[in-house]
């Protein structure tokens, strides 16, 4: 790629709305803190663990996803680890993040969601004060029922009062296939009745019919991934028409094998086509990259021009869950930023 727009692309403010928090956890913090809390791991090494990383879909990366979370056990744990991926953001140049966490990861082990939430949120408190404004999004994990995730809603409604200012919304991931949207449509029900964002995984691996269910039974803000959407024209009309927002995060496709390669990434097709897409880093501590290398490697595959990079930093901006003054405060700053 063009080493000017590298550079352009590496210091414009962006925003970051798809990072699952436990996939920033690097691989030298699991092992610090297996250490710190005496988990053991199946790995005897930080490069035995790397090595494992060699995924061949969803379901391979999942595995060793959660394993690496097992070592979180307390406050301190999901700070430092919070604290670690506001560094990446800061020096990627995010100024506003919404990141996923996935309770019933800890939960199931016995932390408590209070504990989870608690280090998340003094880590983001910190990265505000230093210029990285962000929101947070519970996620349900879809391989298990829907009780669970009630049962795991019902018990964050103290904490949706408690971190108004932060925990803004609900979203649904983890094994795609088998698992439709529609499994959750009573507990998406309640979060939207609360008022609460909306999103999910899907077209990820699953089909468009997928996405479909999110927008019309789960009624999402925002899809994440949505990339299969491509395969139904009808599909990419209506999400180009009603401007839902595409959460994609190119690494994590190549990495997970929803492609071959980069350069058969069907992002510049749903941007041609007018559809919101914007860029991610996913799982960025597993698929190779934080939210900077996500812009290079699709830049560079597909051959973007300066606008249309242009079109997805403000899509990332304009996608966010922000008010319509912080929006144009943001907008306004990749302008000035842009035109120089
Ligand atoms: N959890 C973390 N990363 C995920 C992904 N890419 N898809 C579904 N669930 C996830
Ligand atoms: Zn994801």
Not at 108 to 131: N, P, Q, S, Y
Not at 175 to 189: D, I, L, M, Y
Not at 226 to 246: K, N
């Amino acid at each position: 790629m063009n080493p000017t727009l590298a550079d352009k692309i590496a210091r414009a403010p962006k925003a970051e709305l798809h990072i699952h928090i436990e996939g920033s956890l690097e691989p030298e913090l699991i092992f610090a803190l297996a250490e710190r809390n005496g988990v053991k791991l199946a790995y005897d090494s930080i490069d035995a663990l790397r090595a494992a990383y060699a995924f061949t879909d969803l379901q391979s990366f999942l595995d060793i996803y959660y394993a690496g979370a097992s070592v979180l056990l307390h406050e301190a744990d999901f700070y430092d680890m919070t604290m670690a991926y506001v560094e990446r953001a800061l020096a990627d140049h995010v100024t506003h993040a919404e990141i996923f966490f996935d309770p019933q990861t800890h939960t199931e082990r016995g932390v408590a969601i209070e504990t989870v939430v608690a280090g998340i949120e003094r880590a983001l408190a910190e990265g505000e004060k230093r210029g990285l404004t962000s929101k947070l999004i519970l996620c349900f994990l879809r391989h298990l029922s829907e009780e669970d995730a009630l049962a795991t809603y019902e018990s964050a409604l103290p904490l949706f009062d408690q971190y108004a200012h932060r925990l803004i919304g609900v979203g649904l991931d983890s094994s795609e296939r088998g698992h439709p949207p529609s499994k959750f449509e009573r507990v998406f029900a309640k979060a939207r009745a609360r008022g609460l964002k909306l999103v999910a995984h899907a077209g990820e691996e699953g089909p468009p019919a997928y996405v479909y269910e999110a927008l019309d039974v789960l009624k999402v803000d925002r899809v994440d991934h949505g990339v299969r959407s491509i395969e139904d024209a009808a599909l990419v009309a209506r999400l180009a028409d009603a401007r839902i927002a595409l959460t994609v995060c190119p690494l994590s496709n190549i990495k997970l094998r929803v492609f071959d390669d980069m350069t058969r990434h069907t992002l510049k097709d749903l941007l041609d086509q007018g559809v919101a897409v914007m860029i991610n880093s996913d799982d960025p501590a597993y698929f190779g990259g934080y939210v900077n290398a996500n812009y290079f490697a699709i830049v560079d595959a597909l051959k973007l021009s300066d606008k249309e990079v242009y079109t997805l930093l403000k899509n990332s901006l304009e996608a966010s869950f922000v008010t319509d003054d912080e929006r144009a405060e943001m907008v306004a700053r990749l302008d000035a930023y842009w035109k120089q």
